[in-house]
Nanobody, 125 residues
Framework: VQVMESGGGSVQTGGSLRLSCVVSSYTVTVSYMSWFRQAPGKEREGVASIGRPGNIHYAEFVKGRFTISRDNAKNTLYLQMHSLKPEDTAMYYC????????????????????WGQGTQVTVSS
């Protein structure tokens, strides 16, 4: 299974970015897909997750600004980010799992067994 993110970049406060994540696999059926992020000196944290039926879980700090979506036919995950703030600056990681997970655990790192290398998002003031 290969997980590859793209779409990161540098924007000013209030700007927008769209991240994409493509999962390449011939043997795995992906259940939950998610975005995590890690800022320098901080722990990795869950941003948003989406189950195969489309059930979504957002971290409080992105509600109303970020939108997660997925295209099951293309095994692709998206994160549309608006109203970006300097505190959103981080490496953003895509994570997926082929195991059954509940909504309540969908933003836990331990719920995921396949990870991408990350894409950098930098928001300047």
């Amino acid at each position: 299974v290969q997980v590859m993110e793209s779409g990161g970049g540098s924007v000013q406060t209030g700007g927008s970015l769209r991240l994409s994540c493509v999962v390449s696999s011939y043997t795995v059926t992906v259940s939950y897909m998610s975005w995590f992020r890690q800022a320098p000196g901080k722990e990795r944290e869950g941003v948003a997750s989406i189950g195969r039926p489309g059930n979504i879980h957002y971290a409080e700090f992105v509600k109303g600004r970020f939108t997660i979506s997925r295209d099951n036919a293309k095994n692709t995950l998206y994160l549309q980010m608006h109203s970006l703030k300097p505190e959103d600056t981080a490496m953003y990681y895509c994570a997926v799992t082929d195991r059954e997970r509940g909504w309540y655990e969908s933003l836990w790192q331990t719920s995921y067994n396949y990870w991408g290398q990350g894409t950098q998002v930098t928001v300047s003031s």
